[in-house]
């Protein structure tokens, strides 16, 4: 199958380092480390994480449709607006029938659903949102995203725990290549900075624990690695098949070229150790995009701090690019 070259055309993001990608990317430069304790978080097994601050939300997103959305749904819309702008595209003068948007989540509105139930037990039906299932259901950023750009194309919300970003672009990409919609918004969005689902984190093992500076408590790879700092945010990209961007004007940054997927089928929350199935999903990925091993010169981990997952991972990324990229 000849398939389209696809490229990334747009970026937009919000962090708790920067409220931009241009902020975010100079804090990691700097080697920023915005974790902090979280005065809601008090008397939590863990109390601290990377939390967005120095911005109003419901400013930012303005209009009359903020009080219906969760802090998640308002990351990934503020995050697609930039990525639009980026892309040099403006809804108002686009097919929004050729434009789907795709925005991945883990937790969905859990801190949403949260809150309304604490509000139902404490006080009764009448203290719970009339827009209470808008702040719970986990396709509501693609859906305020679609309403806000009139993006009138399919809208869908990947659900694969901690891969939900790479597989939004994953399937954005498909739909790309099978001339399903000419502009893609694509990425994912997260906000579960609350207590219930932190003591989950934390009684499950994977969350660091307290042990002096949350700063300094999340150390991928490190031999003393104590696990996860949680943290929140959003990334959104524009993808467009690279030929129609060129010919719009646009010089694509950086192209997708090529995806692959696997799952364990081993536990739900640790990997294989032997890494088989994860390796294969790294090879199908070369394959797609025609590149060798060699061809990598970097690798964007998931790097969780992790004992187990950590492990795992080095010798995956060992194995499959014995060059050390």
């Known amino acids: 199958m000849n398939r389209p070259a696809i490229a990334v055309t747009g970026l937009g993001m919000i962090t708790p380092v920067g409220h931009t990608t241009a902020t975010t990317w100079d804090g990691v430069l700097a080697g920023v480390s915005p974790a902090r304790t979280v005065p809601e978080l008090r008397g939590c097994a863990v109390d601290f994480a990377c939390t967005v601050s120095g911005i109003d939300l419901d400013d930012a997103v303005g209009g009359r449709s903020a009080f219906r959305m969760g802090r998640y749904v308002k990351f990934a819309l503020l995050a697609a607006r930039e990525a639009v702008a980026d892309a040099g595209l403006d809804p108002a003068h686009w097919d929004g029938a050729r434009v789907a948007v795709v925005v991945g989540t883990s937790s969905g509105g859990s801190a949403g659903l949260t809150e309304q139930a604490v509000a139902l037990e404490r006080r009764g039906p009448e203290a719970t949102s009339p827009s209470g299932i808008l702040l719970t259901i986990p396709n509501m950023p693609a859906a305020e995203i679609a309403i806000a750009m009139k993006a009138t194309g399919p809208s869908l919300a990947p659900c694969t725990a901690c891969s939900s970003g790479v597989t939004a672009l994953s399937v954005a990409r498909d739909m790309l290549t099978l001339g399903q919609c000419d502009i893609a918004i694509a990425g994912a969005t997260e906000s579960i900075v609350f207590p219930v689902a932190m003591t989950g984190f934390a009684r499950s093992g994977a969350a660091a624990p307290r042990d002096g500076d949350p700063a300094r408590l999340c150390r991928p790879f490190a031999a003393d690695r104590a696990g996860i700092v949680m943290g929140e945010g959003a990334a959104i990209m524009v993808l467009e098949r690279a030929e129609e961007a060129r010919a719009r004007g646009r010089l694509p940054p950086s192209a997708d070229r090529g995806t692959g997927a696997t ?18 999903a790294v090879d199908a990925a070369l394959r797609d995009a025609g590149w060798r ?3 990598v010169d970097h690798v964007n981990a998931h790097g969780t701090s992790t004992p187990q997952g950590d492990a795992t991972e080095a010798a995956l990324i060992g194995r499959a690019y014995p060059h050390r990229p």
């Open 263 to 280: 799952t364990d089928a081993h536990h739900p929350t640790s990997p294989h150790p032997a890494g088989e199935v994860a390796r294969a």
């Open 293 to 295: 091993a060699e061809d």
